[in-house]
């Protein structure tokens, strides 16, 4: 996983948590790499991992079963659009207006790309 | 685990390194030891270790007093120096000379360790490069199954395979009963791995905070103008690379190298934040 410069290490891992949800990698009531499993894989401290489960926890996404592990919750998949869709209205909304404004580009224009996006994107062919 | 108070330490008599230095290690924690060349970052981890001795001052590692060098304490501490003094002998005989010192060592976890960090077997410790040198005494240190790892500039020598080795074995080497602390310059290779920083300057601890401390009370981004909340910024190509006051609760990822240079740099400015 690369990590991005400007956002704390323990959010981009919850990011990763969350699209491995939403992707259906993981999938309600499975449980979640440990702790020290993701850290190894990730290469980072394992406190900074038990930040992320612990934010994870708060927002409905992981459950925490004491003594085996996290599980990921069963309205994960709707806590997880909740979450990111805050976080995406908030900050990457801006940035992508705002170059929107600058470089001049339409609506019209924006929802061909954007039509044509999901078609070659997420339908199999 | 570890309380180091009013420790006064120097190489003669008439110029201390450290003046009246206090802190505090607590298991659970991997803490990076930044410091300027000279700072005096080796020599605290050899006071730690009981390899020098203090003028005055109290240094406590798990209950023992280091530079007594008891073997009670001796078999807890697997110390990791910059530079490196193997016999001339095989790994076989190394571990069998050494191992018998530490009665949990794993000689399961040491056969792991050294296929991951692809060390042959056969040659002489003596004849191996840098590199496989270093490997191999993290490695030994490692099965040690200490509770206090020191590690001193640990990512000099290893190569960018072996680096990212090193951070996967780092992140599950640290348990709850484990001190670990790692002097370094490259701060980039241990970035993710570090949770607490401690810098030291002019002859004492400039700052001693966890990330998560660090990242709560300062902010750090990239900015288009300079304004007088800046703590301290560094001209980047898309404007400035800039250390602020956390005003708005944002969640920043910290940026070592800048907070080190802000440190070194101006540490009045920063102390009334962490106070």
């Given at each position: 996983m690369e990590f991005r410069d400007n956002k704390a290490i323990y959010l981009q891992i919850a990011e990763y948590v969350c699209e491995h949800i939403l992707l259906g990698k993981w999938k309600a009531d499975e449980k979640v790499p440990s702790v020290r499993e993701l850290a190894v894989e990730l290469e980072v401290n394992p406190n900074t991992v038990m930040r992320t489960y612990e934010l994870l926890q708060n927002?409905?996404?992981?459950?925490?079963?004491?003594?085996?592990?996290?599980?990921?919750?069963?309205?994960?998949?709707?806590?997880?659009?909740?979450?990111?869709?805050?976080?995406?209205?908030?900050?990457?909304?801006?940035?992508?207006?705002?170059?929107?404004?600058?470089?001049?580009?339409?609506?019209?224009?924006?929802?061909?790309?954007?039509?044509?996006?999901?078609?070659?994107?997420?339908?199999?062919? | 685990m570890i309380q180091i108070d009013n420790l006064n330490f120097g190489y003669k008599k008439d110029k201390l390194l450290f003046n009246n230095m206090s802190m505090k290690l607590s298991p659970g924690h991997i803490y990076g030891l930044l410091g300027k060349n000279g700072a005096g970052k080796s020599s605290l981890l050899k006071n730690m270790a009981g390899l020098v001795y203090a003028q005055s001052g109290s240094l406590s590692v798990m209950g023992f007093d280091p530079a007594k060098r008891q073997p009670g304490l001796l078999a807890q501490i697997c110390f990791i120096p910059e530079e490196l003094y193997l016999p001339s002998v095989k790994i076989d005989s190394y571990v069998k000379a050494n191992a018998p010192f530490y009665k949990d060592f794993d000689h399961a976890y040491l056969s792991t360790l050294l296929a991951e960090f692809d060390i042959p077997a056969n040659n002489k410790l003596v004849n191996m490069s840098y590199g496989q040198k270093k490997k191999f005494v993290i490695a030994f240190g490692l099965a040690t199954q200490a509770k206090f790892i020191i590690m001193d500039e640990p990512t000099n020598g290893l190569d960018i395979p072996s680096k990212a080795q090193?951070?996967?074995?780092?992140?599950?080497?640290?348990?709850?009963?484990?001190?670990?602390?790692?002097?370094?310059?490259?701060?980039?290779?241990?970035?993710?791995?570090?949770?607490?920083?401690?810098?030291?300057?002019?002859?004492?601890?400039?700052?001693?905070?966890?990330?998560?401390?660090?990242?709560?009370?300062?902010?750090?981004?990239?900015i288009r103008n300079l304004d007088e909340t800046v703590i301290y910024s560094e001209p980047s190509l898309s404007g400035y690379n800039a250390l602020l006051p956390n005003y708005h609760q944002e969640d920043s990822r910290l940026d070592i190298e800048l907070l080190f240079n802000a440190v070194i740099t101006d540490k009045e400015k920063l102390k009334p934040i962490f106070n």
């Amino acid at each position: 996983m690369e990590f991005r410069d400007n956002k704390a290490i323990y959010l981009q891992i919850a990011e990763y948590v969350c699209e491995h949800i939403l992707l259906g990698k993981w999938k309600a009531d499975e449980k979640v790499p440990s702790v020290r499993e993701l850290a190894v894989e990730l290469e980072v401290n394992p406190n900074t991992v038990m930040r992320t489960y612990e934010l994870l926890q708060n927002k409905d996404i992981l459950s925490n079963k004491r003594g085996i592990g996290f599980f990921i919750a069963e309205q994960a998949v709707k806590n997880v659009k909740n979450y990111r869709k805050v976080q995406f209205m908030d900050e990457e909304l801006p940035v992508f207006f705002r170059s929107l404004y600058l470089l001049e580009i339409g609506f019209e224009e924006l929802q061909n790309r954007y039509q044509s996006f999901v078609k070659e994107t997420f339908t199999n062919p | 685990m570890i309380q180091i108070d009013n420790l006064n330490f120097g190489y003669k008599k008439d110029k201390l390194l450290f003046n009246n230095m206090s802190m505090k290690l607590s298991p659970g924690h991997i803490y990076g030891l930044l410091g300027k060349n000279g700072a005096g970052k080796s020599s605290l981890l050899k006071n730690m270790a009981g390899l020098v001795y203090a003028q005055s001052g109290s240094l406590s590692v798990m209950g023992f007093d280091p530079a007594k060098r008891q073997p009670g304490l001796l078999a807890q501490i697997c110390f990791i120096p910059e530079e490196l003094y193997l016999p001339s002998v095989k790994i076989d005989s190394y571990v069998k000379a050494n191992a018998p010192f530490y009665k949990d060592f794993d000689h399961a976890y040491l056969s792991t360790l050294l296929a991951e960090f692809d060390i042959p077997a056969n040659n002489k410790l003596v004849n191996m490069s840098y590199g496989q040198k270093k490997k191999f005494v993290i490695a030994f240190g490692l099965a040690t199954q200490a509770k206090f790892i020191i590690m001193d500039e640990p990512t000099n020598g290893l190569d960018i395979p072996s680096k990212a080795q090193f951070r996967k074995i780092m992140a599950s080497a640290l348990t709850e009963e484990r001190v670990i602390i790692i002097s370094t310059h490259q701060v980039r290779d241990l970035d993710n791995l570090i949770d607490t920083i401690i810098i030291l300057d002019d002859s004492k601890v400039a700052l001693h905070a966890s990330i998560d401390q660090i990242t709560d009370k300062l902010c750090f981004k990239n900015i288009r103008n300079l304004d007088e909340t800046v703590i301290y910024s560094e001209p980047s190509l898309s404007g400035y690379n800039a250390l602020l006051p956390n005003y708005h609760q944002e969640d920043s990822r910290l940026d070592i190298e800048l907070l080190f240079n802000a440190v070194i740099t101006d540490k009045e400015k920063l102390k009334p934040i962490f106070n």
